[in-house]
């Protein structure tokens, strides 16, 4: 068909002064929109005019329509409906102003195939609604404003809709509801969209299929910015929610009800309220959530109720930053996560905090500024691993002494490769306070707390391997543990005690150094206590103890019992250099201490051999 082409020039000119010009397809029609008048006599013959006279109109044939005025309706019912297939309608850049805000501005019957609306404003009205049942719908170029109570969304397409292409809209100020809604729809396309001031959500996608949202902008609204729920592949990119309200808890991205294979690509929330949620994620499996950063979140991540059956969830490449209260929580009974490149700054709690969990992994996890009551905290967790991270206390002091990572049971789990930092005013580096079962730290660097570096109570075959613990007050101690090891650690310059074991049977520590700890009163280099039996020390190297107001004790046997030490070395020990009364007086010439308490030389039970003393 030959192309026919209306005042090309004045178009143009139109265009770039007013930034609108309209091209109608099927006929390759340009449409030209003027400043005066807004004169349209060019798509005459091309598509079906509609004036302001034409409503109520009830569309019922096929083909292109195009307003040619402003469009205004006040009486009930709606201004528009389409009851047929292959209908293309233009408000051509007009406004269609709907005086009775409780009916529907637009309806598409249900059933109809391939309706496009495109290019125009609504004001006021209740919904431009799709009954459901279509194939084929196309939104493009409509702003609609000041829209109506009825608690209906600006933009409402009902189940059963196939292949529907959202662009170009902006939605502002939707009373009592949300900007656009889907439900039970599949092949969706939403994108360079924008949702403002809505009373609940600005976008919901709900029980939907194969989805793709790129560019939308939420701002302002109460309760979700964008909503997937009980929905299947569907990928979020380049999506921004910002500044909801404080009042209701709002949720930047809400993925919830069983939706699975749900990816968050560079998305972001900032600026939102103190109640609000960043990003949060019920009962879901496969969700995947890459560059994502939120700022001034209540909670940065939530995740609830996740089955032990589920598939991976996946938090990469993001940034939580200047959370209120927590910046991670994990509700109980959470599996199968794992954070991978995450940042979370200054969270005004706890920074990652959990109940009842299995299968999490954080890898290259940064936790800084930490000031409130930890870093890391869960009450039992199983097949637990933190790798390549770094976690940094706060300067100066937090209101509470923190622990940088705290769990109360943990089993199955790996710790390997982390730098903890505590600038000494953090309670312990990490702290394992009830029971720990099969477990391994390795590779670790843990200083500056205010008391333990490691501290472990109630532990059975747990190995800690190649530490150091450094400028604390206690490098390393296990209470009440069993068949326990410590290997090629290093704990230096802490001002109690290097390595400590109280009520420990079967435990190991081979090819240990332990140097520069010193302290008032006393300082040990390894100390085993409190009916500790079957312990096992053999090439340990403990350097240079000061115990600036009584003794030093290169290795102190409180409560010795079945023990052996193979091959120990210690040297330069300085023992009393501050004077004072010391609590083993009898032994203060020596830079090791068997005594039980109040009693005479080492019992039987114990067994020295190849100890090697350099006295300082």
Not at 219 to 236: E, F
Not at 244 to 268: F, K, M, R, T, W
């Amino acid at each position: 068909m030959k192309k026919t082409v209306y005042c090309a020039a004045l178009c143009i000119m139109q265009y770039a002064a007013y930034g609108i010009f309209n091209h109608v397809p099927g006929d390759q029609i340009w449409v030209m929109v003027n400043e005066l008048g807004r004169t349209n006599q060019a798509i005459k013959g091309y598509a079906t005019p509609i004036t302001n006279a034409d409503l109520p109109l009830n569309i019922t044939v096929s083909g292109r329509y195009a307003a040619v005025e402003p469009l205004s309706y006040t009486p009930g019912g709606s201004p528009i409906t389409i009851d047929a297939d292959n209908v293309y309608l233009t408000l051509n850049g007009y406004t269609l102003t709907v005086g009775n805000k409780a009916a529907s501005s637009i309806v598409v019957m249900n059933g109809r195939n391939n309706v496009s609306i495109v290019n125009g404003a609504i004001n006021g009205g209740d919904t431009v609604f799709f009954m459901g049942n279509h194939n084929g719908i196309t939104l493009d170029s409509l702003y609609m404003n000041n829209c109506g109570t009825a608690g209906n969304a600006a933009f409402t397409i009902a189940g059963g809709s196939n292949n529907i292409t959202a662009s170009n809209i902006r939605e502002n100020g939707r009373q009592n509801s949300d900007g656009l809604f889907i439900q039970n729809c599949t092949n969706i396309r939403v994108s360079n969209c924008s949702f403002d001031n809505n009373l609940s959500n600005g976008l919901v996608i709900t029980e939907c299929r194969h989805a793709t949202v790129e560019n939308v902008i939420a701002n302002q609204t109460n309760l979700t910015g964008i909503t997937i729920g009980t929905s299947s592949d569907v990928y979020l990119a380049n999506c921004s929610v910002a500044a909801l309200s404080a009042g209701l808890a709002p949720i930047a991205y809400n993925i919830l009800e069983d939706s699975e294979q749900v990816v968050l690509n560079n998305c972001s929330s900032a600026g939102n309220g103190t109640n609000s949620i960043g990003l949060f994620i019920r009962d879901c499996t496969a969700v995947s959530c890459k560059g994502f950063s939120s700022y001034n979140d209540n909670f940065g991540v939530q995740q609830s109720d996740i089955g032990a059956g589920s598939s991976l969830i996946t938090i990469e490449d993001s940034t939580i930053e200047l959370a209120a209260t927590n910046a991670i929580l994990f509700d109980t009974n959470i599996s199968n996560v794992l954070f991978q490149n995450v940042n979370v700054i200054s969270a005004g709690a706890t920074a990652i905090l959990g109940t009842n969990a299995s299968s999490i992994v954080f890898k290259n996890l940064q936790l800084l500024d930490l000031v409130g009551d930890a870093g890391i905290q869960f009450t039992t967790i199983d097949n637990f691993v933190l790798k390549n991270s770094s976690l940094i206390g706060h300067t100066p002091l937090p209101t509470t002494l923190v622990e940088i990572i705290d769990i109360a049971n943990i089993s199955n789990s790996l710790v390997k490769n982390n730098t903890l930092l505590g600038n000494h005013n953090l309670d312990n580096g990490i702290n394992f306070s009830a029971t720990v079962l099969n477990t391994c730290l390795l590779d670790n660097y843990v200083s500056n707390v205010s008391n333990f570096g490691i501290q472990t109570v109630v532990a059975s075959n747990y190995v800690l391997a190649n530490n150091i613990a450094a400028n604390n007050i206690i490098g390393i101690g296990i209470t009440n543990g069993t068949a326990c090891a410590i290997r090629n650690c290093t704990c230096d310059n802490n001002l109690i005690e290097g390595i400590g074991f109280g009520g420990t049977k079967s435990a190991i520590t081979h090819n240990n150094i332990n140097f520069n700890n010193q302290t008032l009163p006393a300082n040990t280099g390894i100390g085993i206590s409190s009916a500790s039996l079957n312990y096992i020390g053999f090439n340990n190297i403990v350097l240079k103890g000061s115990g600036g107001g009584s003794t030093a004790v290169g290795i102190t046997e409180g409560a010795p019992g079945g023990n052996a030490f193979l091959g120990n070395m210690i040297q330069n020990f300085s023992n009393g250099t501050g004077g004072g009364a010391s609590t083993v007086s009898f032994y203060t010439s020596s830079p090791f201490n068997c005594t039980p308490a109040g009693g005479a030389d080492p019992v039987p039970a114990s067994h020295w051999e190849n100890l090697h003393i350099i006295y300082s």
